[in-house]
């Protein structure tokens, strides 16, 4: 009686732990390149910081875990670009409007002792919510670029 019981209880907990993984959707990101030859640059995925344990890039083909104790470098940038080929093409009022592209860099320590280092694009929705995650979880700053990318990340 008592290992049926336990058996539900494993059950109903993985159950649980399922409903958590499924949850956590991640941040839509794409792998833009790095030290990792496991990862293809301009492979698409989904970053997650919300691993009690490890910091997360799933994409179709792999999964990437980075221990948050391993990350020594937390990153961030904007790149603003000019819309001139839509304004050629459209409008030239799309001149005036810009697209602000978020630039992630994750550096860490490998278990053989090299230093490693990941750069995503993450989505604009995105992109504050994983930079105070990836300050809690590992005890770093972030380091910012530039001021605007200081009042993206922090504002």
């Given amino acids: 009686m008592r290992s049926r019981i336990r ?19 991640g941040a839509p990101a794409e792998y833009l390149g790095g030290t990792l030859a496991a990862l293809e640059t301009g492979q698409n995925g989904k970053l997650s910081a919300t691993d ?6 799933l994409s179709k083909g792999s999964v990437v875990r980075v221990p948050y104790e391993r ?36 550096g860490f320590e490998a278990e053989d002792g090299k230093q ?18 990836l300050e809690a979880r590992t005890g770093r700053k972030v380091t910012f670029m530039d001021e605007e990318a200081r009042k993206a990340g922090k504002g």
């Fill in 71 to 106: 990350i020594n470098l937390l990153e961030y940038g904007q790149k603003v670009d000019r819309r001139l080929w839509e304004a050629i093409v459209i409008s030239p009022l799309m001149v005036l409007s810009k697209k602000r592209s978020h630039y992630l860099t994750v």
């Fill in 7 to 25: 058996l539900y209880l494993v059950l109903m907990l993985a159950f649980a732990c399922g409903f958590a993984v499924a949850r956590d959707n």
């Fill in 52 to 57: 009690p344990i490890s910091f997360i890039f």
């Fill in 116 to 133: 490693q280092a990941m750069l995503f694009r993450v989505e604009k929705n995105a992109v504050r919510a994983m930079l105070v995650s």
